[in-house]
């Protein structure tokens, strides 16, 4: 009885969709007064003609790009998962809020599925049942995936007392007794099936439909929140612990690096994944449309990480300016449509001129998929890409980040606290008085309350006296973030832990270098450029990841040293802080202005 009120559920909510979905599609195509499928949705079907002009394959379509605004597309779907040779939905839509009232239908689903595993059923009969619980997991509300994932958990997890039991069944094994030794190779293959927890058989099963894997992306995303919430109670985080760790090491092996394909975009892809790749932005949010065409355009390359299980899904997506010098302020990239403004006859052509690009600068880089989190794929974007452009210019030898400094104003704001209890000096005298002069308060201790409020706004680099005042301090705060602030012996930052993984050097630190509002609150528009010497990043990598050791260049190492002599903390040394190695040669001097990211 209660099987069928859900398959009358199950049968009611793809008809409600399509309406929806109709009606959205409708109001979007009247909007733009257009009565033709944009190219790139679902019913558009791309040219067949490909042109390869690089060994990565490039994504085109003949279809000219819609005037549709970014975030106007909706893609219609019925219930998921029945077997087509059509690929996964290309995004999944957010857990509903409200409860659905299907939690009971996906347990029951899910363990008529488990309760197959060892009997004589046809595997088409087990996908059924999965293909069910998938379709009620996905209509559940946040709080019913939570409740479903520690169901989950706890009801396929381990079974300890088979595990006992097998151990005291271990067999004896004698010198030279080949028949004792079978018997112990038999008695470990058990034990290790044991050992195996039932949703590990469930998520391979999962894997296997079509658009399973998607499906487990999405799932442990869910389970990384669930995680979260449930980080107070001990005996829930172990469980789902145990079932995040599962499923990661699968996922690890499904998106292993020799499994991904890498793409290039360019404004001849489909309209679709250009929509995609503008929605993941997540360093350097695009515009509109015209911002997206130059960042795919001359002097760009926008090259992404794709699985064969997800054709349409980006999974990592890397953009890329082409120059002939290290860039130090993200305006040049995002403003121009090259970086030299000396040649101004040269950007009136259409095409690239590959005697000027010697320098690859990669701005932005991004993970699009959380529930790969974990799971190193940027690295691997990186390494491949580099290789292609020396292929495609060979004259190419500089390659550097331009990256941003997430977490810098949260860092300093708690430093300024610590100043202002007298824990800690971070200001010098003199910029102490000049400082107050130029925020007009009578106390030092008055500088930090109103830093703390002009750095939750954009108008103080307005202030020519304030910004030449913070100029010093603020640098040399940073390159102290960068360096000597660790977590577990590396980097505390973020960003710079990943390009440090990968061997790059820590080059050159850029002032007033991103001046977003974005750029400003995290970071005072500070960016960074970690620069990638190619015969050196492995032993790069292997003496961060070894020894912690950070590799600088000179310019970054004279401002940790003046840190280093500056920051005092009560009751410490600044001397005993180890200051890493520094990269013996100097950088090249160059004019340092606000424009870096990654």
Request: hydrophobic share 35%; glycine share 4%.
């Amino acid at each position: 009885m209660y099987r069928c009120k859900y398959k009358t559920q199950k049968a009611l909510l793809p008809l409600v969709q399509l309406i929806e979905c109709g009606a959205r599609e409708l109001q979007a195509t009247s909007k733009a007064g257009m009565t033709s499928t944009p190219p790139g949705t679902p019913g558009h079907r791309s040219g067949s003609n490909r042109k390869v002009t690089s060994p990565i394959p490039i994504v085109r379509s003949t279809g000219a790009l819609s005037p549709l605004s970014l975030g106007s597309f909706s893609f219609s779907s019925s219930r998921p998962f029945t077997p087509s040779p059509m690929p996964s939905p290309p995004s999944s839509p957010p857990a509903p809020s409200s409860p659905s009232g299907l939690i009971q239908a996906a347990k029951d689903a899910l363990m008529d599925a488990v309760s197959k595993r060892d009997s004589k059923t046809s595997y088409l009969a087990i996908d059924e049942d999965m293909r069910d619980m998938c379709y009620y997991y996905t209509h559940l509300g946040t709080d019913e995936r939570s409740e479903f994932l520690m169901y989950m958990a706890t009801a396929l997890s381990t079974d300890h007392h088979v595990v006992e039991e097998l151990i005291q069944q271990k067999p004896k094994v004698g010198d030279n007794d080949g028949a004792n030794g079978a018997q112990l190779l038999r008695w470990e293959d058990r034990l290790r099936q044991s050992l195996q927890p039932p949703h590990h058989w469930v998520f391979s099963q999962i894997s296997r439909l079509s658009g399973g894997v998607k499906f487990l992306v999405d799932m442990r995303q869910d389970l990384l929140a669930t995680l979260y919430t449930k980080a107070s109670d001990p005996t829930a985080s172990v469980v789902l612990k145990t079932l995040d760790t599962v499923l990661r090491e699968l996922l690890s092996l499904w998106f292993t690096v020799g499994l991904l394909e890498v793409q290039r975009i360019t404004w001849e892809s489909p309209c679709n994944i250009l929509q995609k790749i503008s929605e993941y932005e997540a360093v350097h949010p695009v515009r509109n449309w015209t911002d997206l065409k130059r960042r795919v355009g001359l002097y760009r390359r926008c090259f992404t990480f794709t699985h064969s299980c997800m054709p349409k899904e980006p999974l990592v997506v890397l953009h890329i300016f082409l120059t002939n010098e290290i860039s130090n302020s993200m305006a040049k990239i995002l403003q121009s449509s090259r970086a030299s403004s000396t040649e101004k006859d040269n950007k009136k052509k259409d095409h690239e001129d590959p005697a000027y690009i010697n320098t690859a600068i990669f701005y932005s880089i991004t993970s699009t998929q959380k529930g790969l989190q974990g799971i190193e794929l940027g690295n691997y974007l990186i390494k491949r890409v580099v290789h292609e452009l020396k292929a495609e210019f060979p004259n190419m030898t500089q390659f550097s980040s331009l990256s941003p400094i997430p977490g810098y104003v949260k860092w300093l704001n708690g430093m300024m606290a610590q100043a202002q209890r007298g824990e800690v000096t971070i200001f010098m005298k003199s910029e102490e008085e000049e400082l107050m002069q130029c925020l007009e308060v009578k106390t030092p201790s008055s500088i930090y309350d109103r830093l703390k409020k002009l750095f939750t706004t954009s108008g103080w680099v307005e202030e020519t006296e304030l910004v030449n005042a913070l100029e010093a301090p603020l640098m040399r705060l940073c390159a102290y973030y960068l360096v000597v602030e660790k977590r577990r012996g590396y980097a505390l930052d973020g960003v710079a832990n990943f390009h440090l993984k990968n061997g790059a050097v820590l080059w050159r630190i850029n002032w007033q270098a991103d001046q977003s509002h974005r750029g400003l609150a995290n970071s005072c528009g500070i960016m960074v450029n970690y620069r990638y010497f190619l015969d050196e990043c492995e032993s790069n990598s292997r003496t961060y990841l070894e020894s912690q050791e950070i590799i600088l260049s000179d310019s970054v190492k004279f401002l940790v040293n003046t840190a280093l002599s500056k920051v005092v903390k009560k009751g410490s040394e600044s001397s005993s802080v180890p200051l890493p190695h520094p990269r013996s040669p100097t950088p090249p001097l160059i004019t340092v202005t606000p424009d870096s990211k990654i």
